[in-house]
Every structure is written in C-alpha cells, then in structure tokens.
C-alpha cells in the first residue's frame, strides 16, 4: 500500500498482482491484522489502484499506509499452458541446461515486450533473463526449478 487517497478513507495501492481480478468488489483482503471486504476498485496506471474497503474512514487509512495487502490465491486453472502467475515464480530455483545453479528468482521486472527474471545468488552476481522461450527452456513448479538455456551476453 502507498497512502491514503483523499478523504473518503480510499487507499492509493501498488499492486503486485499479475492478476486481473485481484480486486473485485465483494472480495476479501488482509490488511494489516485485520479482513476487509473490496467495496471499490479503480485501476491507474503504473500498477497503482485506488482501493475502497468496507467501514474505513479516513483516519483509520491513515493508519495503514505503509501497510501490506493480502489476497487469498485464487485457482490457476485459467492460464494457459506455460503461463504463470509471478507469485508462482519467485522463489524458484535457476538451473542452466548444464546444470550449472544460478540462484534463484527474487524479482520480476515487467517490461513492454517481455518479462525479465531477476536472478540472485548467494555467491554470484545478479543476472537477468527475459522471459522468453529461446531462454526460459521448462519451468517446473513441482520440483521449484526454472532450467534455462544462457544465450551469449546474459552473463
């Protein structure tokens, strides 16, 4: 969450989300310690949204900025074959198609184009990798491993 958005108790959010219907009116979120139910949503650019919850006044939203927002994981049956969600992603362990280990994911940039993992490890120094099939060979959520095929100059 950013701030408080006017005064009407609105929330100006970032979203972390990949998922469209994150927000949906009549949906529950954590915020703070505490359920709240969605009672508007209004989507900006930049990721950002202007989030409206049930009963929270203007200085009750004061008191969450900086807070974080949890909504519960839905079903992921409406991907597609080889598309993920980043929530899935993140955490996952590199592998090149040598076997060599990289690290793992810890960011996601979006870009115009195409996705860029953010890989990091203890010892190495950050690569990034567009997620694209000429790069990303099979991800396999199962076993938490991403194997990889390095092209020259994304070392």
Same mark, same amino acid.
């Given at each position: 969450?950013?701030?408080? &958005?006017?005064? *009407? #108790? =609105?929330?100006?959010?970032?979203?972390?989300?990949?998922?469209?219907?994150?927000? !949906?009116?009549?949906?529950?979120?954590?915020?703070?310690? +505490?359920?709240?139910?969605?009672?508007? &949503? /209004? +989507?900006?650019?930049?990721?950002? @949204?202007?989030? #409206?919850?049930?009963?929270?006044?203007?200085? !009750? +939203? /004061?008191?969450? +900025?900086? %807070?974080? =927002?949890? @909504?519960?994981?839905?079903?992921?049956? *409406?991907?597609?074959?080889?598309?993920?969600? &980043?929530? /899935?992603?993140?955490?996952?362990?590199?592998?090149?198609?040598?076997? %060599?280990?990289?690290? !793992?994911?810890? %960011?996601?940039?979006?870009?115009?184009?195409?996705? $860029?993992? $953010?890989?990091?490890?203890?010892?190495?120094?950050?690569?990034?990798?567009?997620? =694209?099939? /000429? $790069?990303?060979?099979?991800? *396999?959520? %199962?076993?938490?491993?991403?194997?990889? &095929?390095?092209?020259? #100059?994304?070392?």
């Amino acid at each position: 969450m950013l701030r408080p &958005h006017g005064l *009407d #108790g =609105i929330l100006r959010i970032q979203s972390l989300s990949d998922n469209p219907n994150r927000f !949906a009116v009549g949906e529950s979120l954590t915020v703070g310690d +505490a359920s709240r139910i969605i009672d508007s &949503h /209004q +989507a900006m650019p930049n990721g950002q @949204a202007l989030l #409206g919850l049930r009963d929270l006044n203007p200085s !009750a +939203a /004061q008191s969450l +900025a900086g %807070e974080w =927002i949890f @909504a519960p994981v839905g079903p992921t049956d *409406d991907l597609l074959p080889g598309e993920y969600y &980043h929530y /899935q992603l993140i955490g996952l362990s590199v592998l090149t198609d040598e076997g %060599e280990d990289l690290g !793992a994911v810890r %960011e996601i940039l979006v870009t115009g184009s195409n996705d $860029v993992y $953010v890989v990091k490890s203890e010892s190495g120094p950050e690569i990034l990798l567009p997620a =694209i099939s /000429q $790069v990303i060979q099979r991800v *396999d959520l %199962e076993s938490g491993t991403i194997v990889v &095929h390095l092209l020259d #100059g994304l070392r």
